[in-house]
């Protein structure tokens, strides 16, 4: 089994971090540091609780005076990158402390964010301040958007994401995305993927309120260069698990009305938890030319109250030949992992051909 993220917090990691600190405030005092992170239960805390665990303690042992602790963070953040060329997910405890003591202090906290960005991402801390300071915000965002420096422009997207997962939301920009869209045209041909990628993500959250906006976005960015064309199909992945028909045309599969889907059967009629269900089925393309096909599967998972949520999963999108007969055969895993509870009970799945749903067959999960 991977070994828990959590525990990336250990000895060696505040070793080399108590080093670099002192580099930078000699004063600083290491056993009483560690005593107080490992206090109060530290093994019995996920990840995200030991992250605000050391930005609190961080805080009291930089005097607890905020603009004293930004200057030693920022020269912390100065050293610590210089040898160093990718972002550092570890120290994401470094803007927790600017959001959690800083928001008050506008014009420190946000230059602050804009060099911590360039070591260890942002993009949680920046939500509190978008929701304070709306205008001043975006703005802001709307500048970093141009900056030279790849992990300051990506914040602009990603920080401002409207269903960011793990974070706070920000409910205006679910209602009204329109503020972003600045930011995503300035970033949408940008030479990193990792920003494009970010505008993508934006955008697809963006498609889960705003379905119409996306669509409109989508037919207009399209087909100008390839890298952009990822983007927008990337962005719009959400639409397409919906069936949007729009969207199935711009990306080239059409009508499912000549595709048929014969002889589908579920091989595994009850399911242990930790094993797998697995189905069968032929698909059928009647036309007499070839035709890119989107085909999918739909999982509808019982709920803790008896009733099904259904989750789509890609199988493949390709060119099958015309008058052909496919077979597909195909297994869920339905492994225990942490993000999703199974509940035994009556369960059902069904083929999506170009968006459109064929059949359900029912099967059942059971302990």
């Known amino acids: 089994m991977a070994e828990p993220l959590k525990n990336m917090y250990n000895e060696n990691f505040f070793e080399g971090f108590i080093s670099a600190i002192k580099r930078v405030y000699p004063d600083f005092n290491k056993v009483a540091f560690l005593n107080d992170i490992y206090a109060e239960d530290w093994e019995g805390k996920e990840l995200k609780d030991r992250m605000y665990r050391i930005s609190s303690v961080l805080y009291k042992h930089l005097n607890s005076d905020f603009s004293n602790a930004v200057k030693v963070i920022r020269q912390l953040v100065e050293f610590l990158k210089s040898g160093q060329d990718q ?214 998972f019982q709920k803790a109250n008896g009733a099904l949520s259904k989750k789509v999963f890609k199988i493949s999108e390709k060119v099958y030949p015309e008058n052909s007969t496919t077979v597909v055969n195909r297994k869920q895993t339905f492994r225990v992992i942490t993000t999703r509870k199974y509940h035994p009970g009556l369960h059902q799945v069904s083929i999506i051909v170009n968006g459109k749903e064929h059949g359900k067959i029912s099967f059942e999960l059971v302990d």
Request: charged share 25%.
């Open 87 to 300: 972002m550092s997910f570890e120290y994401m405890f470094l803007p927790d402390l600017i959001e959690k003591n800083g928001l008050d202090e506008y014009e420190t906290s946000v230059s602050a964010l804009e060099d911590i960005t360039q070591f260890t991402s942002c993009e949680f801390a920046v939500r509190p301040f978008i929701i304070k300071y709306p205008q001043q915000m975006m703005e802001q965002m709307y500048t970093w958007s141009t900056h030279q420096n790849q992990n300051v422009r990506r914040l602009a997207s990603e920080g401002c994401r409207p269903r960011l997962p793990w974070a706070m939301a920000l409910p205006a920009l679910k209602e009204n995305p329109k503020p972003i869209l600045p930011i995503l045209k300035n970033l949408k041909n940008d030479p990193s993927e990792f920003v494009r990628r970010s505008v993508a993500n934006n955008l697809n959250d963006i498609s889960k309120d705003n379905s119409s906006l996306v669509v409109d976005i989508a037919k207009t960015w399209f087909g100008k260069t390839k890298e952009t064309d990822a983007l927008v199909k990337h962005a719009c992945r959400t639409l397409l698990k919906q069936g949007n028909q729009e969207m199935m045309e711009l990306f080239g599969s059409g009508s499912s009305d000549e595709f048929k889907i014969k002889k589908f059967k579920v091989t595994t009629p009850k399911v242990k938890i930790g094993e797998s269900l697995a189905f069968a089925f032929q698909l059928i393309n009647s036309r007499k030319t070839s035709a890119k096909i989107r085909l999918e599967y739909g999982l509808y």
